[in-house]
Every structure is written in structure tokens, then in C-alpha cells.
């Protein structure tokens, strides 16, 4: 089944005022906020998808983006049906997982990443229910 | 009016093939494909959003994005009401445009690119109907 896109996930330095700036530019309203393994994160909505603005609190991958990539585009995510399913067929293509299994990821979601050496340099994550 | 996700430009050095892996690893399929402004492109469907792979023929910026940055995420595009008002929001909130107003882009939508300074560090496209 065709997946869905959920969200574009943005590294940022202070989320809170990248989500000021988006409200103001493009009219995009904050859907959620959290503080996830380390990361404060605010959902915008955007249509039926959003942007993840992640703000590095105590997180070295994200600080690490930021110092090496600064900020911008972290990753892409896609809404699938079954992450459990996504994966296996994402093995099946030759392409690695950084998950090897689901994991509970922001807003309560299972996720699960794929490795950007596998997907033409874009980190992937696959989004459930 | 708040927008919605368009797309997720990603530059590659050859469309089809990332064409191919993301059909066979997530299920997209390939919506339209043509060269414009000396960039061969392959839009995907992905529920109401795009992924748009960028494979430079003959476009110096594409080309240089990816001897800088490799592979990967290129830009973000919303999809707009109206590409003029859209402009004139972003420079109202001190956003600078790379196009001072709306020209023809790919797939005849008409479009305008925005600063990735003045965003977050990310390429940001409006494009219009």
C-alpha cells in the first residue's frame, strides 16, 4: 500500500522561535510539543502532514547534525501501515536499517529509521500508527 | 490559508534508479517525469505530497548542490493559494526571496524560491496552481 507523507524533520537550534517564524511566514500552526529522548519537538501542521522542528536539548545525533550539517532538513518520514512490514520490505531492497525493529518514537508513534546510505542520502523514517 | 506539503525535492545523480528503489522499497510510484530548466525530473506520488528527484543534465546549481552535499534532500515546497500573496508574507516577516516573483516552474506550477538563511536552513518553494 502507498505510503503517506507524514513529515519533514527540521534541526534547529530553538524550536520554539523557528515555529514563530514558520506561523508568520507560512501560516503553519504548532499541532504538538514534547520533549523526546533529549530532542523538544514541535509538530506543525501542514495539510494532513506536518514539520518536526527538533531542538537538540540533551541529544548528541542532533547536536552532532547541527555542528556538522547545521541547520535545515534532518530527515524525511513516511506514514506506513505496518513499520514491522516496511522494514522487511525495505531489507528485501538491500537497504539497511539503523532499527532493526519498531521502536516508540515522538507522539506516541512506532517508528523506525533507514540508513541514508541506502536511500540516495535522505534519512528515512517510517511512521506508524 | 494555511498551505500543504507539496513536495520533497531530493537531488541524485540518476532519477530512475532512486525511482526504481523507492518503488520497490516504499511503494511509490511515478507520477510525472520531465526535463526542465537542464534538470531531468521524476515526481513520485506519495498520498497528496510528491517526492521530486532532481538529476542534473545541464543546471549548475544542481550539479553543485550535489559536489557540495552529495545526495540528498535539496528543498521543501508548500503548495499555495497564490505564489504573489505568498512572497509578499514572506518579505513582510523579513524572509528574502531568491525570486522576486512567481516564474515558471516544473510540471507548469508556478513557483518562487525563498532564502534558506532566512528559513531555517531550508530551501523553502511556494508553488502555485
Redesign the interface.
Known sequence: ?????HH?G???EDADA?AA??R??????VAHTETFDGIYIVFL?????YFE?LEPVDNDTVAGFLER?????HH?A??VEDVES?LY??RE?G?EAIDDSPREGAWGHEVAFLH?RD????L?EFVGH
Open positions: 500500500m502507498e505510503p503517506t507523507f519533514a527540521i534541526a534547529t523557528l517564524l514558520y508568520d511566514t507560512f501560516g503553519l500552526t501542521a501542514c495539510g494532513g502532514s522542528l550539517q547545521g541547520r535545515g532538513v524525511l513516511l506514514a516496511a520490505q525495505a531492497n537497504v541514508p536511500t540516495g542520502g535522505v528515512v
